[in-house]
């Protein structure tokens, strides 16, 4: 299948063949939502802590005598119910939140955004990218030129010019194929891939 090959202007030159494997297949929803849950999921850290009715400071004094009070029957006040007390079941500050998902699911759900984002005409190509030096404003500029305000790069190789000049840009990101994440696909306006690496998503997703 073609996808647009893009001039350093941003405007669409030509057209490029891509393998219709990765960027021709069905929308699949349910799978990209999984894709994207387990994905946030498993980089959850788990690292958060509740106390519970041992833990929490407390007088084990009885509060009030047991009967003729009119209130209900208490022993400390570290009880669930009372005002300061414990959680009856507080989260583990070791608790795992990962998800599996099997890797013919996790290509299938890589290959139905990639595929997605060329229906909607937010992926093309270009034939590489790079900066004469490692200044952010050159990219600024070259990413102006080409009208684009949200961009993820995914390029075969990232010089040092490349990596220091696109990271303290908000709205950018540049990854190699490998690093390539089911979020960051999801939430960049626009995609842009360069030739090179084409070959090695086809051999990763396809």
Do not use: C
């Not at 849950?37 to 009885?62: P, W």
Request: net charge positive; aromatic share 6%.
């Amino acid at each position: 299948m073609q996808v647009e090959l893009l001039n350093d202007q941003g405007q669409a030159a030509s057209t490029v063949e891509v393998p219709e494997t990765v960027f021709g297949r069905d929308y699949n929803e349910s799978l990209i939502h999984q894709l994207v849950v387990a994905y946030q999921a498993n980089g959850r850290q788990g690292t958060r802590a509740q106390k519970d009715r041992a833990a929490v400071k407390h007088s084990t004094k009885k509060p009030f005598r047991q009967k003729g009070t009119g209130n209900a029957r208490a022993g400390m006040t570290s009880s669930p119910l009372w005002r300061g007390g414990g959680k009856v079941f507080p989260n583990s500050p070791d608790e795992n939140f990962t998800q599996k998902l099997n890797k013919k699911m996790y290509r299938a759900g890589m290959a139905s955004i990639f595929s997605q984002l060329v229906r909607e005409g937010r992926l093309a190509v270009v034939d590489s990218i790079k900066v004469d030096a490692p200044k952010t404003k050159l990219l600024a500029d070259k990413f102006k030129a080409m009208n684009l305000k949200s961009v993820l790069v995914i390029a075969d190789e990232i010089d040092e010019n490349l990596y220091l000049a696109s990271r303290n840009l908000p709205n950018v990101l540049v990854l190699e194929p490998r690093y390539a994440d089911p979020l960051s696909l999801v939430h960049y306006k626009k995609v842009i891939v360069t030739k090179g690496a084409i070959d090695k998503l086809k051999e990763m997703f396809a």
